[in-house]
């Protein structure tokens, strides 16, 4: 069975990891994030996510497939990947452990035990108070922990779920985030602490990852066939531009906009325009879930350690080489984890799926 490539998909998923990255490395080019609202790229991670996995596994679930063996597909897939990228994050955070420069009031059992075991078990924030520095991908595991959870609701009964009932959810958990951007004070950049992963964390998560679900049911329909087709080099700084949008404080109204309405919008045209979707957005979307992954570690490094020389303020030349590190990582990453033996794909219906859906894009990060 042919694997189908949405390459303009592909490309976006590289972009926003990149403006993840970015918006990490604050106060490492200048004073603050560069994108202001490039936390906002999770949200669009949850969305692709969403259309992706429709694409590639519902009608094989709706044809009898069983949901143990479309979560043992998914964990065959990503796992490698969370785990390598996990492997060197708390390597690196030991040595920083081991230095001194931090972490030298905990317990060596925190350090040497907690903190990797809840790491590759992809637990996220849950320890301390001062939780910005645990587990050792802090700021990354709590989105992969909630898009698992929309997997399962996805695989045990999401999917049988009619198209306006999860266009309802969408746009009820979206109205109700917004409302709680303003009770948080902080917008949406909420979800990564303990005490909001299972709040607001989620509701960031589950209806942007039923609006791609949406997304992908409408996008085969004739109405969708009118969307103009645009370039995609355009479509992808058209991201850019969003990402960088400054803000001085927090903007519930402005990040509810851009994820309910100009994120769907992006991911349709460039779902309708993907035959313009140049070559490179393959290798973009291949080095998104492992950049994603990777850079806490290299960030945490840089960030409270000498090595870089950015522990006291920005030098832009020397973070242009943390961003490099990440990348090459990535790429490293990227290139082990294709190498691992991984058997054949389990099918996940029980009978024999007469006209089977083309799988979509490799992976959903």
Not at 55 to 74: K, M, P, W
Request: aromatic letters at 14%; charged letters at 10%; a positive charge.
């Amino acid at each position: 069975m042919k694997t189908k490539r949405f390459l303009g998909l592909d490309g976006l998923r590289g972009v926003c990891a990149l403006t993840v990255l970015f918006y990490h490395c604050s106060n490492f080019f200048h004073k603050g994030p560069i994108f202001l609202h490039g936390f906002l790229a999770v949200d669009m991670f949850f969305i692709l996510s969403g259309f992706v996995i429709s694409l590639t596994y519902e009608e094989q679930l709706r044809n009898g497939g069983q949901t143990r063996n479309f979560l043992f597909n998914r964990a065959r897939r990503l796992f490698p990947t969370f785990w390598l990228g996990a492997a060197i994050n708390i390597v690196l955070f030991l040595a920083i452990a081991v230095s001194g420069i931090l972490f030298s009031s905990d317990s060596w059992w925190m350090i040497w035990l907690f903190v990797p075991i809840t790491t590759l078990l992809m637990i996220p924030d849950y320890i301390t108070s001062d939780g910005a520095l645990y587990p050792a991908m802090d700021g990354v595991t709590w989105s992969l922990f909630a898009e698992w959870t929309a997997y399962f609701a996805y695989g045990f009964r999401m999917f049988r779920w009619n198209t306006w009932t999860l266009a309802t959810l969408a746009a009820a958990g979206w109205a109700s985030m917004t409302v709680a951007g303003y009770y948080t004070g902080v917008g949406w950049c909420v979800g990564g602490q303990r005490a909001t992963l299972f709040t607001w964390g989620l509701l960031r998560c589950v209806p942007a990852f039923a609006a791609g679900v949406v997304l992908y049911r409408v996008h085969t329909h004739a109405l969708f066939q009118r969307i103009p087709v645009i370039s995609t080099e355009i479509l992808l700084v058209v991201w850019l531009c969003i990402a960088a949008i400054p803000a001085s404080g927090a903007t519930p109204t402005l990040d509810a906009i851009i994820v309910a309405i100009l994120c769907p919008v992006l991911v349709a045209l460039l779902v309708r325009s993907d035959q313009r979707a140049p070559a490179y957005c393959k290798r973009l979307g291949a080095l998104s879930y492992p950049l994603y992954v990777v850079h806490p570690g290299i960030i945490l490094v840089a960030t409270y350690t000498p090595v870089f020389g950015l522990s006291h303020g920005p030098r832009p030349l020397n973070a242009v080489l943390v961003v490099g590190l990440c990348i090459a990582l990535a790429w490293g990453v990227s290139e082990i984890v294709a190498r691992i033996p991984r058997g054949r794909t389990v099918r996940l219906a029980v009978n024999e799926i007469v006209h089977p859906h083309p799988a979509a894009i490799a992976g959903s990060r």
